[in-house]
């Protein structure tokens, strides 16, 4: 007789054509009560977990490609209702409220198709949570009336969890607490958890960042045998292994990086070769002491990517490597994975190769430093760094082709200003700036980008298996948005079907020196697709290119450190078939490491909400001017450009009137005073109140005396805060080869 596993349980439900019990798999195998719990049990949870069986609601088990279901991830909204996001290709499944209550955002699901909603949307019935993603929650503390609960601090999260009596441990109300769920949410009843930690109030220094660490379950310490891993391999390289590579030592390769970088894993140089330029570009060689299936590889699979907040970083490697080993400090050999270009006169690669090396910092700059030396002429540090500064001269050169031919392709131009965040002692805001983008930033941006360039295409050329970074057209919704709006503002379409990336360039460069231009770019960047990781190249819209991957950034990123195994394996010239990667785990690995970077995006992005909102508690009364960068019929939100704060200037708080709404012209038009609020329209606002827990700011239009009870005919009174204004976009991160 057959012994149950994995595989002969799938061919006996394959066999049956339906689904069957587990007493009628049991008598199958043989196996009487007690065997079955031991044996049958664990193999069917198994494959519920891989998402291949499904039980259904009279506990029998089934094929789940035969019953029509949807595996995939709960993404919820703060409203109440949901989606399965798939797996594999194919639509979201819309999940009204009800079917909401026994999941938590983020949970993975069986799903089926159980009809049709009046909007014509696909709707779902969840038939089994394979997966929680969440056994721990943070939020604060209430009691009231005996009855206590944690209230999530995530707005996704609408479930507050109960506190029975002895789970309380010494949390108070109003404190961040962090609960264990112990039970689940079901249909019928919410969940239930326990006080595991007390981590303080909401306003304290560093709380932000610890909430949102809880929040969206990064793994912010690392194990111990991955640090004992990381810390076995010492700080200096094996000079064995260095001298079987090419020596770049002789190379006055530099690295420029913000002043507050602390993991450096690129650096470049650049030489006159006939009519162009040979640059060369180092990238930290990750992969020698990352390998595949090891503790550190797994811990690294789990994070994605290193999540950077404004005062700590979360990152994807342990210290000893990501700020040691493998940081190209100064002056002390390092191993890298090279990529060495011939630039012609036109900025065209002519040729490339990618070969190991070893090297050794000629100087740690910055970008500031860069630019004070080269642009203004600093004569002290023209003397400290004159070793290098041919090399900077050649760079600067290569950057000025390099960015004529990304001119000449049309590649679209999002170069906006970074936020940064002043801490005093306590570690408080005390201000914020925008931080100024130049051409020192840039120059290392498309330095970055022709390698990465030059990695993909080594990659398709050679069918290497590996992850592109795929930034596909703008989906059809958001182009008709996008058109609306340019026709409201007289910017000339002149595509047909769906634009090429220079059309939108040239929307740019329409706009450029109008009041409108930042609108215009911010529009722009709505309606584009979210870029992501897949094994299938299909280009890059963005930067108008054929193909393109991340290969710059090993250190805080797995695609990166992907590619650089693919590229190696093809250099030593190994065995296809000897690839530690299927076909098929790529496609996961593109799944998981796109999901990954949202992950850490929202992180980073709630961390900045929450800590623009706390600074503007101290400005509530405070008149700011500002830029009109939304209409909608409940109001306009405004953003304080010189801070980076956003804001909702409610209806009813607009002057007193009675206001009009066109959706196409994004206008609101008071009936009796003519008063019209558009998008880029100039205003001076006042902070009216602030929210942190919502992470919202509301404004009014400063100036107006004239009544204090306005009315709107068109959105009435104040509705729900959920539809008011977020406190800001978070900054942009990775400048230097792109968000791309």
């Known amino acids: ?158 479930h507050d969890v109960l506190i029975p009596d002895g789970s309380r441990a010494d949390a108070r109300p109003g404190k961040i607490v962090v609960a264990r769920i112990t039970r689940p949410p079901t249909l019928e009843r919410g969940p239930v958890g326990e006080i595991v930690a007390v981590l303080g109030h909401a306003d304290e220094p560093g709380m932000a960042t610890q909430i949102a660490i809880f929040n969206h379950q990064l793994p912010a310490d690392f194990p111990v045998e991955v640090e004992r891993q990381a810390e076995n391999y010492g700080s200096q390289i094996d000079q064995d292994i260095a001298a079987t590579r090419t020596d770049l030592r002789g190379m006055k390769l530099i690295t420029i990086d913000g002043a507050d970088a602390r993991d450096f894993d690129d650096a470049v140089h ?71 270009m011939t630039i012609d006169a036109s900025g065209r690669v002519t040729d490339s190769r990618f070969f190991e090396a070893v090297m050794n910092s000629a100087a740690r700059m910055t970008y500031d430093q860069v630019r004070q030396m080269v642009e203004h002429g600093d004569e002290q540090l023209n003397e400290r760094y004159g070793h290098v500064r041919e090399n900077l001269d050649n760079l600067f050169e290569v950057y000025r082709l390099l960015s004529k031919r990304r001119s000449k392709r049309g590649a679209i131009d999002f170069d906006s200003d970074e936020v940064q965040f002043v801490f005093d002692a306590e570690g408080r805001v005390e201000q914020l700036q925008r931080r100024k983008r130049h051409d020192t930033h840039r120059l290392i941006e498309e330095c970055m980008i022709a390698a990465n360039v030059q990695a993909a295409t080594t990659a398709e050329k050679n069918g290497l298996p590996t992850l592109f970074r795929v930034h596909d057209v703008p989906p059809p919704d958001k182009l008709a948005d996008l058109e609306a709006f340019l026709s409201a503002h007289g910017l000339k379409i002149d595509w047909k079907d769906e634009p090429e990336p220079a059309d939108l360039t040239r929307i740019q460069k329409k706009a450029r020196g109008t009041p409108i231009a930042p609108l215009v770019d911010a529009v722009l960047l709505r309606s584009l697709a979210l870029a992501v990781y897949q094994p299938e190249n299909k280009g ?85 001017k500002g830029v009109i960068t939304g209409v909608t019929g409940f109001g306009a939100f405004v953003e304080i450009i010189e801070m980076g704060v956003s804001g909702l200037v409610h209806v009813t708080s607009l002057p007193n009137d009675y206001y009009h709404f066109d959706p196409v012209g994004r206008v609101l038009t008071g009936e009796r005073r003519g008063l019209r609020y558009r998008l880029a329209d100039p205003v001076t606002v006042e902070v009216m109140s602030v929210s942190v827990d919502e992470r919202k700011i509301d404004f009014r239009i400063a100036g107006d005396t004239e009544g204090d009870e306005p009315t709107d005919r068109a959105g009435g009174r104040r509705k729900s805060s959920k539809k008011r204004g977020r406190g800001g976009r978070g900054k942009k991160r990775g400048a230097k080869d792109g968000k791309s």
């Open 540 to 624: 890059h819209f963005g930067l108008a290119l054929d193909a393109y991957a991340h290969f710059t950034s090993p250190i805080r990123r797995y695609p990166d450190l992907l590619l650089h195994r693919a590229l190696k394996h093809h250099l030593r010239k190994l065995p296809k078939n000897e690839y530690p990667y299927s076909a098929k785990r790529m496609v996961e690995f593109g799944r998981e490491c796109s999901w990954l970077e949202r992950r850490a995006e929202d992180a980073s992005r709630d961390v900045d909400e929450r800590l623009k909102c706390q600074y503007m508690q101290r400005h509530i009364g405070d008149q700011l």
């Open 270 to 340: 650049a030489e006159k070769a006939g009519d162009g330029y040979r640059l060369t570009v180092a990238i930290a060689d990750v992969s020698e002491y990352v390998k595949p299936g090891s503790p550190l590889d797994d811990e690294a699979v789990k994070r994605g990517t290193s999540t950077y907040f404004p005062d700590q970083v979360v990152p994807m490697l342990p210290e000893a490597l990501s700020n040691g080993l493998c940081s190209l400090n100064p002056k002390v050999d390092r191993l890298v994975l090279a990529c060495e």
């Open 1 to 158: 007789m057959l012994q149950p596993d994995l595989e002969t349980i799938l061919a006996r439900l394959e066999q049956a054509g339906r689904p069957v019990t587990r007493r009628e798999l049991s008598d199958d195998f043989g196996l009487d009560h007690a065997e079955s719990d031991r044996v049958i049990k664990p193999l069917l949870l198994e494959l519920i977990r891989q998402g291949k069986v499904v039980r259904n609601r009279r506990a029998a088990y089934g094929l789940a490609r035969n019953m029509n279901l949807v595996r995939g991830r709960i993404s919820a909204h703060a409203d109440g209702f949901g989606f399965v996001i798939p797996d594999e290709d194919g639509d979201d499944l819309f999940l009204a409220p009800r079917q909401m209550r026994q999941v938590f955002n983020g949970d993975r699901v069986l799903a089926a198709v159980s009809g049709v909603d009046r909007r014509g949307r696909k709707e779902g019935q969840i038939v089994e949570v394979i997966e929680r993603a969440h056994q721990q929650i943070v939020g604060r503390f209430v009691a009231d009336g005996g009855v206590a609960q944690v209230v999530p601090d995530d707005p996704k999260l609408t």
